[in-house]
């Protein structure tokens, strides 16, 4: 599915957060928004998928406008992985991914076949399913991390939305998160659309880059392309190594800022 | 297991309510309640206790009921769309409202008006909007709901005194109205209650899974297409009109829907498919056995239940208070 920013502006309290954003999402490809503290990257991200619903501009699914197409529709195809959440303590593995099935539930009824084989899959793709009947609450940070992924995976969505999906994860558990979603996207061709921080992962986990600087699209492309030391320079003011690592992958090492 | 714990629970709420019929100044065996009511046994019931059993305890006891019912639904459903665990329709205010248009209403149409419950609803309404404006900030707070049904009870709170004070005289049981008791209920207020009662407790038990997703956070629900703002304004007139509808009846009695939310939620769990249910029949046994209990231990001086239910309710809302924020 083609998922479209159409010059989208965002006033916050006052505040100019987004101006002018126009960008096409690639179909059935990982985007990696990236940008300095304040850019707008999660604003942008919210406004995608009609959590920030004020902003001015149009986002269209397939040519068509997502408020027309509305909340619970558009829950049925895309899913959201937010910052801010939360779940009662005494919440299962299982009955948290069951969550996602709610877009796709009738207003009376239990679970269906597709619910059940949804949720089969979701923990299976999150390497859960031996953990299904523990507290959300008892797991570690990377766990828990998967558990909440598992449960917009249970959605199954067409494009899936990620707010910073391995913030305060050690590197082993950002790794792990990383390849889940690479796999969901090689599986599925689902359209990944994440806010990154580093900046390694947005080169080595994505197909294109966003990058966002003073509310504004500073520029967009292939991650080897565009992830240049000039880039670096420009977007977040620090000086940085590129190498090649014994995978030959090219690797960015920011050493001092300007 | 929760079948168990749920039976468990459903068998207080009829002890509760047989040992209501049972107790009081005038004993009437088990024996003879089932006689009289279900035609079962050989046990004859003389004509004052059959009275007492069919116009003055049967009554009372299916109020005490209901008003379990609806307090307890109405505390599980603030608690989930106010994201506060102290939420009580008493504590933060919305009795208070239900209290002073229901009281204002009775001055002019007379005791049990048809038009009493509605202008409770109103009130609560206008209550539970007052806090929402007051609470809210880039997003509902639970220590600003809390903070801000304290200042809505406490201004709503005046104004019934103000009410009850100038207009002693039109307002039966005045005493009754600011604590809440159950004394002399009959099958008038049955009537009054009932219809409330069935068609809230249906549609807050339709509401279970929407309320289990409000429980993930704004954000994450919206995500899962939920429309948060409608689906929280609707909630709210729901357990606005549940309370308003007990309040109406019994006056301000409190703590119902802090304590037995709360008590079904450590037994049963948080999925609110379970939870209410058990929270209704929780409701109904806390109610009907704390109300016995209080019309019979310094007999024949009838405590009212809301001074029971407050001395349960204020050590159990501190507990909460430093257990959960």
Same mark, same amino acid.
């Given at each position: 599915? #083609?998922?479209?920013?159409?010059?989208?502006?965002?006033?916050?309290?006052?505040?100019?957060?987004?101006?002018?954003?126009?960008?096409?999402?690639? $179909?059935?490809?990982?985007?990696?928004?990236?940008?300095?503290?304040?850019?707008?990257?999660?604003?942008?991200?919210?406004?995608?998928?009609?959590?920030?619903?004020?902003?001015?501009?149009?986002?269209?699914?397939?040519?068509?406008?997502?408020?027309?197409?509305?909340?619970?529709?558009?829950?049925?195809?895309?899913?959201?992985? %937010?910052? +801010?959440?939360?779940?009662?303590?005494?919440?299962?593995?299982?009955?948290?991914?069951?969550?996602?099935?709610?877009?796709?539930?009738?207003?009376?009824?239990?679970?269906?076949?597709?619910?059940?084989?949804?949720?089969?899959?979701?923990?299976?793709?999150?390497?859960?399913? *031996?953990?299904?009947?523990?507290?959300?609450?008892?797991? $570690?940070?990377?766990?828990?991390?998967?558990?909440?992924?598992?449960?917009?995976?249970?959605?199954?969505?067409?494009?899936? /939305?990620?707010?910073?999906?391995?913030?305060?994860? *050690?590197?082993?558990?950002?790794?792990?998160?990383?390849?889940?979603?690479? *796999?969901?996207?090689?599986?599925?061709?689902?359209?990944?659309?994440?806010?990154?921080?580093?900046?390694?992962?947005?080169?080595?986990? $994505?197909?294109?880059?966003?990058?966002?600087?003073?509310?504004?699209?500073?520029?967009?492309?292939? %991650?080897?392309?565009?992830?240049?030391?000039?880039?670096?320079?420009?977007?977040?003011?620090? +000086?940085?190594?590129?190498?090649?690592?014994?995978?030959?992958?090219?690797?960015?090492?920011?050493?001092?800022?300007? | 297991?929760?079948?168990?714990?749920?039976?468990?629970?459903?068998?207080?709420?009829?002890?509760?309510?047989?040992?209501?019929?049972?107790?009081?100044?005038?004993?009437?065996?088990?024996?003879?309640?089932?006689?009289?009511?279900?035609?079962?046994?050989?046990?004859?019931?003389?004509?004052?206790?059959?009275?007492?059993?069919?116009?003055?305890? /049967? %009554?009372?006891?299916?109020?005490?009921?209901?008003?379990?019912?609806?307090? $307890?639904?109405?505390?599980?459903?603030?608690?989930?769309?106010?994201?506060?665990?102290?939420?009580?329709?008493?504590?933060?205010?919305?009795?208070?409202?239900?209290?002073?248009?229901?009281?204002?209403?009775?001055?002019?149409?007379?005791?049990?008006?048809?038009?009493?419950?509605?202008?409770?609803?109103?009130?609560?309404?206008?209550?539970?909007?007052?806090?929402?404006?007051?609470?809210?900030?880039?997003?509902?707070?639970?220590?600003?709901?809390?903070?801000?049904?304290?200042?809505?009870?406490?201004?709503?709170?005046?104004?019934?005194?103000?009410?009850?004070?100038?207009?002693?005289?039109?307002?039966?049981?005045?005493?009754?109205?600011?604590?809440?008791?159950?004394?002399?209920?009959?099958?008038?207020?049955?009537?009054?209650?009932?219809?409330?009662?069935?068609?809230?407790?249906?549609?807050?038990?339709?509401?279970?899974?929407?309320?289990?997703?409000?429980?993930?956070?704004?954000?994450?629900?919206?995500?899962?297409?939920?429309?948060? #703002?409608?689906?929280?304004?609707?909630?709210?007139?729901?357990?606005?009109?549940?309370?308003?509808?007990?309040?109406?009846?019994?006056?301000?009695?409190?703590?119902?829907?802090?304590?037995?939310?709360?008590?079904?939620?450590?037994?049963?769990?948080?999925?609110?498919?379970?939870?209410?249910?058990?929270?209704?029949?929780?409701?109904?046994?806390?109610?009907?056995?704390?109300?016995?209990?209080?019309?019979?231990?310094?007999? %024949?001086?009838?405590?009212?239940?809301?001074?029971?239910?407050?001395?349960?309710?204020?050590?159990?809302?501190?507990?909460?208070?430093?257990? +959960?924020?």
């Amino acid at each position: 599915m #083609n998922l479209s920013a159409e010059k989208i502006f965002v006033t916050i309290g006052g505040k100019e957060i987004l101006c002018d954003v126009n960008y096409k999402f690639a $179909s059935g490809k990982r985007t990696a928004i990236i940008g300095p503290n304040g850019a707008g990257k999660s604003t942008l991200l919210k406004v995608l998928c009609l959590l920030n619903e004020k902003f001015s501009g149009v986002v269209t699914l397939d040519g068509k406008d997502i408020r027309t197409i509305g909340r619970k529709n558009l829950s049925r195809v895309m899913a959201i992985l %937010p910052q +801010e959440r939360d779940a009662p303590q005494d919440t299962t593995v299982r009955q948290l991914v069951s969550f996602g099935r709610f877009p796709h539930r009738k207003f009376f009824g239990g679970d269906s076949a597709e619910d059940s084989e949804a949720i089969k899959n979701a923990l299976e793709l999150t390497k859960l399913t *031996d953990f299904e009947n523990r507290q959300v609450i008892s797991l $570690s940070g990377g766990e828990r991390q998967r558990a909440w992924l598992a449960m917009t995976l249970a959605q199954r969505p067409k494009i899936l /939305l990620l707010d910073e999906p391995t913030t305060y994860l *050690d590197i082993a558990h950002q790794l792990e998160v990383m390849d889940i979603i690479a *796999d969901v996207n090689k599986k599925f061709s689902t359209t990944i659309i994440m806010v990154l921080h580093d900046i390694n992962h947005a080169r080595l986990y $994505s197909d294109e880059v966003l990058i966002l600087k003073d509310k504004k699209i500073f520029a967009a492309g292939y %991650p080897t392309e565009i992830l240049s030391a000039k880039i670096l320079s420009e977007v977040f003011n620090v +000086e940085a190594d590129i190498f090649t690592n014994a995978a030959g992958d090219k690797i960015i090492f920011p050493i001092k800022n300007h | 297991m929760q079948t168990i714990k749920i039976s468990l629970i459903g068998m207080a709420a009829i002890a509760g309510f047989f040992l209501s019929l049972i107790q009081g100044s005038v004993e009437i065996s088990s024996a003879q309640i089932f006689y009289d009511l279900l035609g079962v046994g050989e046990v004859t019931l003389d004509e004052t206790k059959r009275q007492i059993l069919e116009n003055i305890r /049967l %009554p009372r006891t299916i109020v005490a009921i209901l008003v379990g019912v609806n307090l $307890s639904l109405s505390g599980a459903i603030l608690q989930a769309v106010m994201k506060n665990p102290l939420a009580d329709p008493h504590i933060i205010g919305i009795s208070s409202g239900a209290g002073l248009f229901g009281i204002f209403v009775m001055m002019i149409f007379g005791d049990a008006g048809a038009l009493v419950t509605p202008a409770a609803f109103v009130g609560a309404m206008l209550a539970a909007a007052l806090i929402y404006i007051l609470a809210w900030k880039d997003g509902i707070r639970p220590i600003r709901v809390i903070l801000a049904g304290v200042a809505v009870s406490a201004f709503l709170g005046a104004g019934i005194s103000a009410l009850l004070i100038f207009y002693s005289d039109k307002v039966h049981g005045t005493l009754l109205w600011m604590v809440g008791g159950l004394s002399a209920r009959s099958w008038q207020h049955v009537e009054l209650l009932l219809p409330y009662s069935i068609f809230g407790t249906c549609l807050t038990f339709l509401a279970a899974r929407h309320l289990n997703v409000l429980q993930l956070g704004d954000e994450v629900a919206k995500g899962l297409g939920l429309r948060v #703002n409608l689906v929280r304004t609707i909630l709210t007139a729901l357990a606005a009109l549940l309370a308003a509808s007990a309040v109406c009846v019994v006056g301000l009695l409190g703590f119902v829907g802090l304590i037995v939310p709360h008590s079904a939620r450590l037994i049963l769990g948080s999925d609110y498919r379970i939870l209410l249910p058990g929270a209704a029949l929780l409701g109904a046994a806390v109610v009907t056995i704390s109300d016995t209990f209080a019309r019979t231990i310094f007999a %024949p001086t009838e405590l009212p239940v809301g001074i029971l239910m407050a001395m349960l309710g204020a050590p159990f809302f501190l507990y909460l208070l430093r257990k +959960e924020l």
